[in-house]
């Protein structure tokens, strides 16, 4: 199997996602197991500390998905990716995978239909990088 490329994760995410992640009790579902796998591979930083090429909740992304299919959405937590076409969530499949990757990383990724290699191509927008850090 493919290595998976190292993930930076923001101690203020990995905290949220955490308690997500427990709130949504024991249910380990595919999603959720896969999620949990990320965050214990992560090396954490603080906010101000993340490289401004890191995918980081609520960055605007620019990704393509087995090298062809481009797309450009925001990672979000689940509560606000409804209704919102370019958002994805944290929980999504291709969400997971691209939380804590940089520009220029790829990663095999499980989805329902069999893997799927995922490739940042940009970060468009990221909170840290604007300074937000209480978002």
Known sequence: ???KPKIILSSQD??????LL???GNNLSPDKAALLDELGRAEVLEPQEIPPTVVTMNSTVRFTVENKDEFC???VYPKDV???PDRISVL???????????????IAWPMPGGVVKVKIEEI????????EYHR
């Open 22 to 24: 427990y709130a949504l």
């Open 92 to 106: 999504a499949p291709v969400g997971s995978a691209l939380l804590g990757l940089s520009v220029g990383d790829s």
């Open 124 to 131: 468009v927008y990221q909170p840290e990088r604007a300074g």
């Open 1 to 3: 199997m493919e290595k």
């Open 14 to 19: 990995l905290e949220r996602l955490e308690a």
């Open 82 to 84: 409804e209704g919102q």
């Open 73 to 75: 959405l925001t990672l």
